[in-house]
């Protein structure tokens, strides 16, 4: 199995900075695409940025936020600045993970971090 854990999360004013980090282990072979994603309440999850053959970003991240990943580390990370409100909720690793001893990708998620911030 793959084992995703988050950590980084908390409370900030509007304006402040978080750094999430997220670490893989377990039977990986290799990871191709990691993301970080994310739910408010009473809303969908919805993607905030991905990291595989190229970067993405949701719009309304653009430019606040920065993803990274450390491949030797199997790990995962979201510098996020200029926090603003509506980035308030519970926000998840994912990874597509090749295992050990498949022949297939698998994605596998977190248990979230919470990331609330304040007016």
């Known amino acids: 199995q793959v084992q995703l854990v988050e950590s980084g999360g908390g409370l900030v004013q509007a304006g402040g900075s978080l750094r999430l980090s997220c670490a893989a282990s377990?039977?990986?072979?290799?990871?191709?695409?990691m993301g970080w994603y994310r739910q408010a309440p009473g809303k969908q999850r919805e993607l905030v940025a991905t990291?595989?053959?190229?970067?993405e970003y949701a719009d309304s991240v653009k430019g606040r936020f920065t993803i990274s990943r450390d491949g030797a580390k199997n790990s995962l990370y979201l510098q996020m600045n200029s926090l603003k409100p509506d980035d308030t909720g519970v926000y998840y690793c994912?990874?597509?993970?090749?295992?050990?001893?498949?022949?297939?990708?698998?994605?596998?998620w977190g248990q979230g971090t919470q990331v609330t911030v304040s007016s």
């Open positions: 377990g039977s990986i072979a290799t990871i191709d695409t």
């Open positions: 990291i595989g053959s190229k970067i």
């Open positions: 994912y990874a597509n993970v090749l295992m050990g001893a498949s022949i297939r990708f698998r994605g596998f």
